[in-house]
Nanobody
Framework: QVQLVESGGGLVQAGGSLRLSCAAS????????KAWFRQAPGKEREFVAAITWDGTMTEYADSVKGRFTISRDNAENTVSLQMNSLKPEDTAVYYCAADLSLRDLRLGVPSNWGQGTQVTVSS
């Protein structure tokens, strides 16, 4: 099992930037694929971005391509999400997730979730 703790959320004006971080504890975190999901009020949780265990591949939702960047530091056991050009529709609780299966991660059914961090973008 991997324990995940997100940080970095907050309130920002449209057009601004935020950087989310997810710190992991537990064994073999470096071998897990990682992802960020988000859930806006009244909506289902949705995929935002993913990165493979070795960082060689990344994937993004169409809605954030070109604005968000996912990265990881296996030495520090962290995964980050740099969010630029934020829009009010990016407002949501953002969750970090990890799984040994990239398929399960992409399907939104990973075995490990963080508690979430709120991101609010004002217009």
């Amino acid at each position: 099992q991997v324990q995940l703790v997100e940080s970095g959320g907050g309130l920002v004006q449209a057009g601004g930037s935020l950087r989310l971080s997810c710190a992991a504890s537990g064994r073999t975190f470096s071998t897990y694929h990682k992802a960020w999901f988000r859930q806006a009020p009244g909506k289902e949780r949705e995929f935002v971005a993913a990165i493979t265990w070795d960082g060689t591949m990344t994937e993004y939702a169409d809605s954030v391509k070109g604005r968000f960047t996912i990265s990881r530091d296996n030495a520090e056991n962290t995964v980050s999400l740099q969010m630029n050009s934020l829009k009010p529709e990016d407002t949501a609780v953002y969750y970090c997730a990890a799984d040994l299966s990239l398929r399960d991660l992409r399907l939104g059914v990973p075995s490990n979730w963080g508690q979430g961090t709120q991101v609010t973008v004002s217009s």
